[in-house]
């Protein structure tokens, strides 16, 4: 049994996120705006991103101290060379029971078989619409629908456990939410529907934009009946319901109006090295300096022990009793949807 190390309100460590680079073939306007990441944007440069071998130590270490689950993410994690062989790496490590990638699955079916056997478990791919147009308005190059449904069908074919998710905004894709339900239901994936978030200071975040859980839970029911389903574990992220009479599910993620950071167990490893405790932090602790420093994994490991020991972040429970028009009480109300 590895060592357990508690933040000041009793949350373990126990998910590590780590981003492989900052750079991404989308823009999104939600998360990579084209107007702020422009041709002109400096994105880090090799020598500053963590190569293979420190990300794979920062892993083993973090296991020592409770870590089971991986997820790598960027950026486009896909857009970082030779990743299968970092995935062949981190799958080594004593400690971690499992390895996901969230990815914009455009570079997916290239990859999804060598990813699979490099050990890979499981693929999280973000989709916002099924409509070719306004995906491609969406992600902001143009691309098609097809790239990523091709991308997931590599994945299922590769063996990879799929789940997709779609942010969900008012006025730019909220028509989309019955179609993905269906076609998803339709195709045995688990389909997971985001709330905006108010990520980073430029992706114009309102409040009006976001549709609540609750809305699309309706919605869905509507048309084909939903039943709720227990969290499988402690910190599970997503609220899940089942078709009623099939053994298909949905989750929702509720970041801004059911915020869950009472459980929430993840930090998050950024391309340069940098420890962030929340999603929504604007500084990090720098892991690399004392990597390149010479530092022993005993004295990386007292840092994080440190830096978690300390965390305090709650932001989206802060952010859900400070906007006016989510601190009401008839906010999250998803009952009536019976057991
Ligand atoms: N590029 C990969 C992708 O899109 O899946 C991985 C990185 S992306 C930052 C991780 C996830 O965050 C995606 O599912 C994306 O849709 C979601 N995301 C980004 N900005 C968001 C926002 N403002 N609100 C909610 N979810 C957001
Ligand atoms: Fe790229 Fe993912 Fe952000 Fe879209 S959400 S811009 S695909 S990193
Ligand atoms: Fe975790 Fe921060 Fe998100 Fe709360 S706001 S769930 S503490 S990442």
């Known amino acids: 049994m590895s060592e357990q190390i508690l933040d000041t309100r009793n949350r373990p460590l126990r998910d590590l996120r780590i981003s492989v680079t900052d750079k991404c073939n989308f823009r999104c306007q939600y998360c990579m705006p084209a107007e702020i990441f422009g041709p002109d944007f400096e994105f880090l440069p090799q020598h500053k991103l963590l190569s293979f071998e420190e990300i794979t130590r920062l892993t083993r270490i973090f296991t020592s101290v409770g870590v089971g689950k991986i997820r790598i993410t960027g950026g486009e994690p896909l857009m970082r060379k030779e990743l299968p062989k970092l995935i062949e790496m981190i799958r080594q490590v004593d400690g971690?029971?499992?390895?996901?990638?969230?990815?914009?699955?455009?570079?997916?079916?290239?990859?999804?078989?060598?990813?699979?056997?490099?050990?890979?478990?499981?693929?999280?791919?973000?989709?916002?619409?099924?409509?070719?147009?306004?995906?491609?308005?969406?992600?902001?190059?143009?691309?098609?629908?097809?790239?990523?449904?091709?991308?997931?069908?590599?994945?299922?074919?590769?063996?990879?456990?799929?789940?997709?998710?779609?942010?969900?905004?008012?006025?730019?894709?909220?028509?989309?939410?019955?179609?993905?339900?269906?076609?998803?239901?339709?195709?045995k994936h688990t389909l997971r529907f985001i709330e905006f978030m108010d990520v980073g200071n430029s992706n114009g975040w309102k409040l009006d934009q976001v549709v609540p859980s609750s809305e699309i839970v309706q919605r869905i029911h509507e048309e084909m009946p939903l039943t709720p389903i227990d969290p499988n574990y402690f910190g599970e992220v997503a609220s899940r319901y089942r078709y009623v009479g099939t053994d298909q599910e949905i989750g929702l993620i509720s970041s801004v109006t059911q915020a869950f950071c009472s459980t929430c167990t993840r930090a998050r490893l950024s391309a340069e090295g940098k420890l962030y405790s929340c999603l929504f932090a604007s500084v990090g602790d720098d892991l690399r300096a004392p990597l390149r420093e010479g530092k022993s994994d005993e004295e990386i490991r007292e840092q994080i022990r440190t830096i978690w020991g300390k965390r305090d972040d709650r932001y989206s429970e802060v952010r859900l009793n400070d906007t006016p028009g989510l601190n009401k009480p008839d906010k999250v109300e998803m009952s009536h949807i019976g057991g």
């Open 96 to 187: 971690v029971q499992d390895i996901a990638m969230t990815t914009n699955g455009s570079l997916l079916a290239r990859h999804a078989k060598a990813l699979k056997e490099a050990g890979l478990d499981r693929v999280t791919v973000s989709l916002d619409s099924l409509d070719d147009e306004r995906f491609g308005r969406m992600n902001g190059r143009g691309y098609h629908v097809s790239d990523v449904l091709k991308g997931i069908e590599a994945a299922a074919e590769a063996g990879l456990s799929i789940k997709l998710n779609m942010v969900v905004q008012r006025g730019v894709n909220d028509e989309d939410i019955l179609p993905m339900a269906r076609f998803f239901r339709e195709q």
